[in-house]
T-cell receptor
Framework: SQTIHQWPATLVQPVGSPLSLECTVE??????LYWYRQAAGRGLQLLFY??????ISSEVPQNLSASRPQDRQFILSSKKLLLSDSGFYLC?????????????FGSGTRLTVV | GDSVTQMEGPVTLSEEAFLTINCTYT??????LFWYVQYPGEGLQLLLK?????DKGSNKGFEATYRKETTSFHLEKGSVQVSDSAVYFC?????????FGTGTSLTVIP
């Protein structure tokens, strides 16, 4: 069966420090991968998606970047964190663009920038 | 463009009450529709889905019917439990992207 792993679960980082969040999927190949952010009390905001190795699409301009160095690995990064980067970050995968099976989400990373 | 609108929360119900969370959508084609649930501190879990008009998705006592004529996919449960307290997201996928509603927070009190 397919599983998605996301870590760390919680992170407290000072303003200006770098960030690296990792997400891996097991049990499938060539998944579509997504990074979402959920600010406190708000809905989901799509940050990045990837349909293949090295293929990254950005939905909103921001202080973050994403990379897909391997088929089932998706990394969210920042060189210098801002206070506004705080939030709950969710990785997800899908077999297609989601229309048949939906998205499967990881357990999330709670990031607090202080 | 395609979008999803769900009822504002928060919703507070007593245990064993009937639940309805409204969801309407706007789409140019024939999207698939989903309900996701997010328990405190966790990621989203797929609760149920429907891929074509008149389909009924169901899971864990929850149901939703894909109504093309009213462009709706309302979530219902006949008797809620304290363990159903969570945030519920309606979503649609027309095939090229996923669109989520803003979420409805449900609290069930004993």
């Amino acid at each position: 069966s397919q599983t998605i792993h996301q870590w760390p679960a919680t992170l407290v980082q000072p303003v200006g420090s770098p960030l690296s969040l990792e997400c891996t999927v097991e049990g499938t190949s060539n998944p579509n991968l997504y990074w979402y952010r959920q600010a406190a009390g708000r809905g989901l905001q799509l940050l990045f998606y990837s349909v293949g190795i090295g293929q990254i699409s950005s939905e909103v301009p921001q202080n973050l970047s994403a990379s897909r160095p391997q088929d089932r690995q998706f990394i969210l990064s920042s060189k210098k964190l801002l206070l506004s980067d705080s939030g709950f970050y969710l990785c997800a995968w899908s077999k297609d663009r989601g229309e048949n099976y939906g998205y499967t989400f990881g357990s999330g990373t709670r990031l607090t920038v202080v | 463009g395609d979008s999803v609108t769900q009822m504002e929360g928060p919703v507070t119900l007593s245990e064993e009450a009937f639940l309805t969370i409204n969801c309407t959508y706007t789409a140019t084609g024939y999207p698939s529709l989903f309900w996701y649930v997010q328990y405190p501190g966790e990621g989203l879990q797929l609760l149920l889905k429907a891929t074509k008009a008149d389909d009924k998705g169901s899971n864990k006592g929850f149901e939703a019917t894909y109504r093309k004529e009213t462009t709706s996919f309302h979530l219902e449960k006949g008797s809620v439990q304290v363990s159903d307290s969570a945030v519920y997201f309606c979503a649609l996928s027309p095939g090229n992207q996923f669109y989520f509603g803003t979420g409805t927070s449900l609290t069930v009190i004993p």
